[in-house]
């Protein structure tokens, strides 16, 4: 049986309503991920995805429960060790990809790795650049390169500090079909060599049906099954 490199744990998180109350989003007794293993993450819209997501990336608290990375409970941690947790172990990828406007396609793989706890390697940087098809746009902002290059760049950077997990949100929502193969293809096999654990969301069944493990929020979280939530 692999190590298990994300573990929730009777994991609650609520939000305030403008009235006052509140609005449980998410109720999951558990849920594990091992290493290398791939998932596919699909479920209504306002389910509770990307909640899930901020939850396990350490980028929100759950209010309580256990979230365990890669052996460490993040719940444990105050914010400065989660933020080093997430940028050693976990590589995230989002719908809007995040790269720094102002610097190149190699500053912002540069940029992740100087979050990270290794020191940035410019030749692994331009390597991993190169290995999303990128050799010959190093030195491109993201202003020059297409949405599809933009979203290669925020894989290649959420490799950059050699994650044991790639949580991606709706990592093709905004790529024109003809590239959304591309990242699924670049995102399945690079975490497939390294033994990556890859965690997707997505809305297209044609992305999950390419995921041996195919998951619907619905079917782990209690919140999502209770609350019919006006749009
Ligand atoms: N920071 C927040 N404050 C208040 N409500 C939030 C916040 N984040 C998410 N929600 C609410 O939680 C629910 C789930 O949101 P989300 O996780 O973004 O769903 P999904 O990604 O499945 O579409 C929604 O009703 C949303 O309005
Ligand atoms: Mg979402």
Do not use: W, Y
């Not at 890669?70 to 990828?93: C, F, S």
């Not at 020191?119 to 650049?129: E, H, I, Q, V």
């Amino acid at each position: 049986m692999p190590a298990p490199v994300i573990e929730l744990h009777d994991v609650r998180k609520s939000f305030p309503l403008p009235g006052g109350e509140t609005v449980r989003v998410l109720d999951v007794d558990s849920f594990v991920m091992t290493a290398g293993e791939q998932c596919a993450l699909e479920g209504q819209s306002g389910s509770g995805k990307s909640t899930l997501l901020h939850v396990i990336s350490g980028i929100m608290r759950p209010d309580s429960g256990r979230v365990v990375v890669d052996g460490i409970d993040l719940t444990r941690l105050d914010e400065a060790r989660r933020d080093r947790v997430r940028a050693d172990q976990l590589g995230l990828v989002f719908q809007q990809f995040n790269l720094l406007p102002g610097f190149t396609a190699l500053e912002n793989v540069l940029v992740a790795m100087s979050f990270g706890s290794g020191r940035p390697d410019r030749d692994r940087a331009a390597g991993l650049l190169a290995a999303v098809g990128l050799a010959d746009r190093l030195h491109h902002k993201p202003a020059a390169l297409s949405i599809g290059q933009q979203q290669r760049v925020a894989v290649a950077r959420a490799l950059a500090n050699r994650p044991r997990v790639i949580l991606a949100d709706e990592p093709t929502a905004s790529i024109d079909p003809a590239h959304q193969q591309q990242v699924i293809d670049l995102l399945k096999n690079t975490c497939a060599e390294e033994r990556v654990a890859l965690l997707v969301v997505t809305h297209a069944p044609e992305v999950a049906g390419q995921f041996p493990r195919r998951l619907r929020l619905e079917d782990f979280n209690r919140a999502a099954r209770a609350a019919v939530r006006p749009a």
